[in-house]
């Protein structure tokens, strides 16, 4: 029926005011949007890279130097067990991604065996709790040598993971720039596409992604001179890294075991030295990586200690006392922009594999400022014609479903706000779509009530019919269109998903304006003015 008891019409009148309420925010200053109180969600529509402006980066990750690292990994794992098993080699050899031991003694080759079958273990879970492929496969060949391949099918599935993992590890850097909503997505089976909306220095994007950030401690060998080991041969177990003094690259040689790992840090932030007043990142371990730290420290007093970062010494201070107490801090020659860098890479991980920039794009705030303009101007033009063609062909009906018209789109940019969604150009087109389908419901229960009224029914009868029956078909409509935006949004990416968005919360704000508001104010107009016939 057309009976609306006053509750129900506060209760529209209420969700409309708090559309306008949460929509106010976007049309004020940051100033003005800190004056809110803290429970008031003060958010705004964040504008995607195509209105902005900001940066575009497409990296790729390096999947070769990701299998060198995993065979030279079998390789020193393969070393490792057979010298836990005491089981003694001549020589532990790497062809391609064979490693090949040859044992003093054949009679241990049923041990050897059996010990290096333990790294034959999966890549990854499979699917319902099976098991991927195996990493390391063993076998023997003659009666002294055994085998461990690193398989293909493992070398993939961990290509596979450091892609996942690279995501995950940009995305915690990105965010640590103070960058708003940046886009971080797969692209193909090795690459990375990222967008970050508002920032126009792409060289610092690329900086913060393109290191590995593989952070180490490591004991610097003092048996023979830097200087002599780069000449020539570094002693086993060592090797020459360099580290940046006054603009020169200085050799120093560090031993290769490493000491204390990055893995093990929980925290990095940058500072000053409270001495040199100089910028230095202070870390901080867990609890693992600070008895190690200590133990390191406690047994070496007096030895100068590397700290290693992407195969770069950044300094070598020498252990005056034992560190126990799970902190340290990082020196060199740093701005406090580079520290301030340096900490965002050793809060945000290591990458699994060298990141390469393979593509980059920036887009200028002129471009974006165009597409703004022009997609306003887009969306004006069909507001305009809609609200004209609807007022001229259904009168007073057309200027109720204008109003309701005016709403929705209040309700779309509203919940996008509290969201916090991304609006691109795509999601501008999507706005306009939806003013299309939001009318398109109207139109379908304005038809309805003329072929009811038309029909023999009364006015008021013909009203309530047309809302009736319309229902159905404006909820099925709604549901494919529904169903195709949610397929957009799990399938699609970047502009596309921004459409589905739009498009899907369109989609919700039609049931509620194009039925209930419509149908309240028709219900109001109608009890006020009493009409024997449509007034279209």
């Avoid at 490493?258 to 840090?265: T, Y």
Wanted: hydrophobic fraction near 45%; aromatic fraction near 6%.
């Amino acid at each position: 029926m057309l009976h609306f008891s006053p509750w129900k019409i506060a209760g529209v009148l209420a969700l409309c005011a708090l559309g306008v309420l949460l929509l106010i925010p976007n049309f004020l200053s940051q100033q003005a949007r800190d004056a809110y109180p803290s429970w008031f969600p003060a958010r705004t529509v964040v504008l995607g890279l195509d209105l902005q402006g900001g940066s575009q980066l497409l990296l790729e990750v390096d999947g070769p130097a990701l299998r060198r690292t995993r065979i030279a990994a079998t390789q020193d794992d393969v070393r490792r067990v057979l010298r836990e098993a005491r089981i003694g080699t001549t020589a532990i050899a790497l062809d391609g991604q064979t490693v090949r031991a040859t044992l003093r003694d054949p009679s241990q080759m049923s041990l050897a065996l059996e010990k290096l079958r333990t790294l034959a273990v999966p890549a990854s879970s499979g699917v319902f709790g099976g098991t991927g492929p195996n990493e390391v496969e063993v076998g023997q060949q003659g009666d002294n040598i055994v085998t461990a391949t690193a398989t293909e099918a493992g070398l993939q599935a961990r290509i596979r993971s450091a892609v996942d993992q690279s995501i995950e590890i940009v995305r915690r850097r990105v965010d640590e720039l103070g960058t708003v909503e940046p886009s971080i997505q797969r692209q193909g089976a090795d690459r990375i596409l990222v967008q970050v909306p508002g920032l126009q220095d792409p060289q610092r994007l690329k900086d913060i992604l393109g290191k590995t950030a593989a952070l180490s401690f490591r004991l610097v060998d003092r048996s023979v001179p830097p200087e002599q080991a780069a000449a020539g041969r570094p002693p086993e177990g060592s090797e020459v890294l360099f580290e940046t003094q006054a603009g020169q690259r200085v050799p120093v040689l560090v031993e290769k075991r490493v000491m204390v790992s990055g893995e093990d840090l929980v925290d990095a932030q940058p500072g000053f030295d409270q001495r040199t007043r100089e910028p230095i990142v202070q870390f901080r371990f867990n609890n693992r990586g600070a008895r190690q730290f200590g133990a390191v420290t406690q047994a070496n007093v007096g030895n100068p200690f590397a700290i290693i970062l992407d195969n770069e010494v950044i300094s070598a201070p020498r252990i005056n006392e034992p560190i126990t107490g799970g902190s340290g801090q990082i020196s060199g020659n740093f701005t406090v922009e580079s520290a301030n860098d340096l900490a965002v890479l050793l809060r945000a991980g290591a990458l699994p594999a060298p990141l390469t920039v393979i593509e980059e794009r920036t887009v200028g705030p002129g471009l974006g400022q165009d597409s703004i303009e022009a997609g306003t101007r887009a969306t004006w033009y069909a507001a305009a014609f809609v609200v004209v063609f609807m007022f001229a062909t259904y009168g007073v009906f057309g200027f109720i479903a204008n109003i309701a018209l005016l709403v929705h789109v209040v309700f779309i940019f509203a919940l996008m706000s509290v969201l916090g969604a991304t609006l691109t150009l795509p999601g501008i087109a999507g706005v306009v779509l939806t003013i299309g389908t939001a009318v398109d419901s109207n139109v379908l229960i304005y038809e309805r009530i003329r072929e009811e009224f038309r029909a023999g029914r009364s006015m008021v009868s013909a009203i309530d019919a047309g809302f009736r029956h319309a229902f159905a078909v404006i909820i099925d409509s709604n549901s494919t269109m529904g169903i195709a935006a949610v397929i957009l949004f799990l399938l699609g990416s970047g502009p596309v998903r921004g459409f589905a968005v739009v498009f899907i919360l369109g989609i919700l704000t039609t049931v509620i304006t194009a039925v209930t508001m419509t149908r309240m104010m028709i219900a109001l107009w109608y009890r006020r003015s009493r009409p024997q016939t449509l007034p279209f």
